[in-house]
């Protein structure tokens, strides 16, 4: 068996296509934006990664697992898990450490029976495709509570700490 987590990380998990120009194009920048670019732009998130790993542990901690339906249209940015974080800039360290974290909370997370999959009665991309149909759940989860939250306030995420509040509630109760 290869290393799980090295195949889970060449993966470009999904999104459903509602949230590209509710949530995406509004909070994140397509390519990246750092420091006065993002502030001109107005956006919360420098990548759309950003915002979708925000989204995971949101959904995770809230525990909303709701998963894309059948037939809805999907939507990614075509950028592996594993060049997530992976830049550093003057502005901020690489945070490739995040990717071990989303993989750790999968594995506790995915009914995943890994005797099975040792014994190769199912193949380590059956096994990681169900790793990122997880994932894919709990983040459309966290989408779905952002933007829940912009309907109910939308001017909720004016706060500079909008975001953070959201998820230490979260922790809190």
Same mark, same amino acid.
């Given at each position: 068996?290869?290393?799980?987590?090295?195949?889970?990380?060449?993966r470009?998990? &999904?999104? /459903? =296509?509602?949230?590209?120009?509710?949530?995406?194009?509004?909070?994140?920048?397509?390519?990246?934006?750092?420091?006065?670019?993002?502030? @001109?732009?107005?956006? #919360?998130?420098?990548? &759309?990664?950003? %915002?979708?790993?925000?989204?995971?542990?949101?959904? %995770?901690?809230?525990?909303?697992?709701?998963?894309?339906?059948?037939?809805?249209?999907?939507? &990614?940015?075509? #950028?592996?898990?594993?060049?997530?974080? @992976?830049?550093? /800039?003057?502005?901020?360290?690489?945070?490739?450490?995040?990717?071990?974290?989303?993989?750790?909370?999968? *594995?506790?997370?995915?009914?995943?029976?890994?005797? =099975?999959?040792?014994?190769?009665?199912?193949?380590?991309?059956?096994? =990681?495709?169900?790793?990122?149909?997880?994932?894919?759940?709990y983040?459309n989860?966290?989408?779905?509570?952002?933007?829940?939250?912009?309907?109910? @306030?939308?001017?909720?995420?004016? &706060?500079?700490?909008?975001?953070?509040?959201?998820? *230490?509630?979260?922790?809190?109760?």
């Open positions: 068996m290869d290393n799980l987590f090295d195949k889970w990380k060449t470009i998990p &999904n999104y /459903s =296509v509602e949230f590209k120009d509710t949530l995406f194009k509004p909070l994140s920048e397509t390519g990246g934006a750092e420091g006065e670019k993002k502030i @001109s732009l107005g956006k #919360h998130f420098s990548t &759309n990664y950003e %915002l979708y790993t925000y989204a995971f542990f949101l959904g %995770l901690y809230e525990d909303e697992y709701i998963p894309i339906p059948e037939g809805i249209k999907k939507d &990614n940015f075509r #950028h592996a898990i594993q060049n997530w974080g @992976s830049k550093s /800039s003057p502005i901020r360290k690489d945070f490739t450490n995040l990717q071990e974290y989303i993989f750790a909370a999968l *594995v506790a997370k995915t009914d995943l029976d890994f005797i =099975v999959l040792d014994k190769g009665e199912i193949t380590e991309d059956q096994a =990681v495709k169900k790793l990122i149909q997880t994932m894919e759940s983040t989860g966290g989408l779905t509570l952002i933007k829940e939250k912009l309907e109910d @306030s939308p001017s909720y995420f004016l &706060n500079p700490t909008s975001f953070l509040d959201m998820i *230490v509630k979260t922790k809190k109760e």
